[in-house]
């Protein structure tokens, strides 16, 4: 059974702060990695993809990969309320039917209060 | 342009029926994916088409779903004889198809259907 780990939270942090986001997943064939972030009754929306070991930078979001210890991360500088939502890892994985399918997390919840 | 359009938005049904959920996926996209989501669950794969390919159909929890596509255009989901279990959101997203596994995924808007 291919996994995809996430803290359901909530994480709470106040504005300004570092929101880090945790993800962990069990298939070791798994091949790229993506972190969406879904409002309350919207469909979830792509903030950043992430394919090899280290970290990669865009704007407030920093998305880290270690492929050995099987973690990808979201940090998130500068919190803001308008970042208050469910954040979804999602890892493409080698479906039962052969096809590189997007297992996703149950979603960590984070509130940014002010 | 258009983004994936889902339709109805909106789908109450007795347990028992029938329904049937639409995909429109952004124009030129080969890959079209459905998800459903249960109240404060994540994404749960059903089922997958990529151009003339064979669908994958292994999410499919059961032979009461199924899903067609015509071309590389709309797609429809049904699912017979509904049960409760099967209120949830149903998702529709779609990809270009040309880029593998570094594939990005647009998800439509959803259709939320519960089953009474």
């Known amino acids: 059974q291919k996994e995809v780990e996430q803290n359901s939270g909530p994480l709470s942090v106040p504005e300004g702060a570092i929101a880090s986001l945790n993800c962990t997943y069990s298939?070791?064939?798994?091949?790229?990695f993506f972190w969406y972030r879904q409002y309350s009754g919207k469909s979830p929306e792509l903030i950043m993809s992430i394919y090899s070991n280290g970290d990669k930078e865009d704007g407030r979001f920093t998305a880290q990969l270690n492929k050995a210890s099987q973690y990808v991360s979201l940090l998130i500088r500068d919190s803001q309320p308008s970042d208050s939502a469910t954040y979804l890892c999602?890892?493409?994985?080698?479906?039962?039917?052969?096809?590189?399918?997007?297992?996703f997390g149950r979603g960590t919840s984070l509130i940014v209060h002010p | 342009g258009a983004g994936v359009s889902q339709s109805p938005s909106n789908k109450v049904t007795e347990k028992g029926k029938d329904v049937e959920l639409r995909c429109d996926p952004i124009?030129?996209?080969?890959?079209l994916y459905w998800y459903r989501q249960r109240l404060g669950q994540g994404l749960e794969f059903l089922i997958y088409f990529q151009g003339n390919s064979a669908p994958d159909k292994s999410g499919l929890p059961s032979d009461r779903f199924s899903a067609e596509r015509t071309g590389e255009s709309v797609s429809t989901l049904t699912i017979q004889r509904t049960q409760q279990e099967d209120s949830a959101v149903y998702l529709c997203?779609?990809?270009?198809?040309?880029?593998?596994?570094?594939?990005?995924?647009?998800f439509g808007p959803g259709t939320r259907l519960l089953v009474l």
């Open positions: 997203a779609s990809s270009l198809g040309l880029a593998g596994v570094r594939e990005t995924q647009y």
């Open positions: 999602a890892v493409r994985t080698p479906s039962s039917g052969g096809s590189y399918i997007p297992t």
């Open positions: 124009s030129g996209h080969t890959a």
């Open positions: 298939d070791r064939g798994s091949q790229s």
